[in-house]
């Protein structure tokens, strides 16, 4: 009932008409094309062979092979063309030669603009369809790298094809490019979100221990890792005075309200390459919350890293952070106390 | 009809997050790195009376700094057997004072940009052959404040220099040590640790080549592994210590030990994995090449026998038997006890 409707009217029959033209063509193209493949066939089969070894090393004697699917019936005596670099040296011969196993009858070799072209008479009928190797073992590879072409030609068949033989490595494409090791330094606040060159101890008390801290944020694709090392122009001072020093690492010294005592602690962090470790040195090393001498006058090395490091905008793991303490007495003289402290950063080696 | 429609919902909503998650930066470096100096390690063959031009790139990555840099030339040793250096003034009256002329006494740089800071390397005709080095550095000179009590912070960094000047090169080197973690290895269970330190003596630096083999056969190794991958630098008359580690890797009954991925471990291998008996003992040859002064190849070994024995694994296996037979005794002892 369905059809029955689905075929009345003009629309419909339209449409009918129109899907079978459609049908009609997908039809007709699958069969010229089968047909096509069929023509192109019996005029000529463009091949691939396959070269063996496909790569050698320069002047180097061996077997080479060339082999392809051989796309007609190919009597006895039929003659197929290889051609080839003339770098190649030696000569093709019924002797070092064989098609499919079997020496051939005759083979002739001519030279001509850098190209040998050996004429080979074949010894038995190749079949259609079957593998067509041809096998060599009177040639030697040139003594120069590079890639060079083994092209066939068989009559019947009119198969033609060609490929590379690699040689000396000359197909290995070697990229390239020095990157230089790069460092960078920054000192940041502590939640790294600024830059900063200056810890403000504050207005300082007896009754108060005053801190500053800030992040050393050290970047590098040194492999070896960096190293980041302190010198001060001389104490926290004011000119006159000078704060008592706390002791260096491993243990350092605690820093109460009311006693005199200033120093920093450090802590190393950790860095984000593969299975690298950050280590201080023994003089800024502490126990807890003490602090250790910040007296160098001249480069003291405080801590070292063993990889590259390449902390994120920001980042309160892969950096190290120091923190000051300062604690004064009433006999600490008053006064702007200040000191100048560098960090030296290097590559390690 | 809403229960159709999830999926396709839950797959539109996935895209748009992967494609999200896909703009986001990842580990970004903004304007915050402050001073870079690239590059940063060089070396130099030079000859005596010999000039040499360098440059190194100085870039201000700061947020909202300018800097005013002060290039300077020091001299550096080695700090320890890891390769960090102790960078020091060069001392007065040294030659070496006089081997380094900046081109420019000080750097201007306005934050995000960038100098190039030429030096040249003049070697004096007197100079006696062998191995020089430098920390070229660069400094920001902050002035004290006299505001509170502060700290002025400076930032250097510095780029190192090894000249080696050509003539009568000395170099004895020697393995100092060779050694595994533990000479008794669970090759199911431990990773393989081999530490070996070079000492060097003469008057070059040398940067060691050469390779650690695996194998009870010198002559046809079951594997080979680069003894020095990362490129480490002795100074004369220091030692180094190099650190290899694996992980053990079992595939189907074939046991390789893979480079190590774990955190807090030594040097990673490249060359390929290391092959080892589950059971039996395996040498290790540790080779260091070297060429002489008469261009010479030189080399110098040393062994390390590890015994791969699986006891940690057979003490599970053990472990695991004692308790199920506990477990079958208790149950039998209980049933014959009538008490369950």
Known sequence: ?349 | MTKTNSPIKALLVGLISILALATLPVNAQDNNRGLIVSPAIFELSADRGGSYQFSVNVENNSENEDYSLTPLAQTFTADNEEGNPTVSAIPDGSPLRNWISFNESKYEIKKGQKAESKFTVNIPEETAPGSYYFAISYTTKLPATNDGAKVVLNKEVSALLFITVKGQITRNVNFDSFTSYSQFVDPFFDGLNLNYKIKLEGNAYLKPSGNVFAGNNLETPDSTLTLNPNQKIILPNTARNFTMQTNPNLDWGFLSFKPSSLPNKGEILKVSDVKVPWFGSQKFTAQVLYVNNDGSLDRKSAELQVFFFPWKTMLLVLSVIGLIAAGYYGYWYLARTKKI
Request: glycine share 10%.
């Open chain 1, 1 to 349: 009932m369905y059809f029955k409707n689905f075929f009345r009217g003009k629309k419909t029959q339209m449409i009918g008409i129109g899907l079978s033209l459609v049908v009609l063509i997908v039809v007709a193209a699958f069969g010229f094309q089968s047909i096509g493949r069929n023509y192109f066939k019996a005029q000529a089969s463009g091949v691939t062979p396959v070269i063996t070894p496909s790569t050698a090393n320069v002047a180097t004697a061996g077997t080479i092979t060339v082999a392809w699917t051989n796309s007609a019936l190919l009597p006895t005596g039929t003659v197929i063309t290889l051609l080839y670099r003339s770098l190649y040296t030696g000569t093709l011969t019924t002797a070092n030669t064989t098609v499919n196993g079997i020496a051939p009858t005759a083979i002739t070799n001519v030279t001509s603009l850098g190209v040998t072209t050996s004429s080979i008479t074949i010894g038995a009928s190749v079949a259609a369809s079957a593998t067509l190797t041809i096998s060599m073992t009177g040639l030697t590879t040139p003594s120069t790298a590079g890639n060079y072409t083994f092209t066939i030609s068989t009559p019947i068949a009119n198969d033609f094809g060609a490929n590379f033989q690699y040689v000396g490595q000359f197909n290995v494409v070697q990229v390239r490019a020095f990157i230089p090791v790069s460092l960078s330094f920054n000192i940041r606040n502590t939640a790294d979100t600024a830059d900063t060159n200056i810890c403000d101890l504050g207005t300082a008390s007896t009754t108060t221990v005053n801190t500053c801290s800030y992040r050393l944020k050290v970047s590098t694709n040194a492999s070896n890792g960096y190293t980041i090392a302190m010198l001060v122009d001389g104490n926290l001072t004011n000119g006159t005075s000078s704060i008592t020093n706390a002791s260096a690492g491993p243990t350092g010294t605690a820093v109460v309200a009311g006693t005199e005592m200033y120093g920093a602690t450090v802590a190393g962090g950790a860095i984000n390459g593969l299975g690298g470790t950050v280590a201080l040195t023994s003089p800024f090393t502490s126990v807890g919350s003490n602090v250790v001498a910040y007296s160098n006058l001249v480069s003291a090395n405080i801590l070292t890293a063993n990889r590259p490091n390449f902390p994120a905008a920001t980042d309160l793991v892969n950096t190290s952070l120091i923190t000051h303490r300062l604690a004064i007495n009433n006999n600490t003289g008053s006064g702007y106390y200040n000191q100048n402290v560098t960090y030296r950063v290097t590559p390690a080696f």
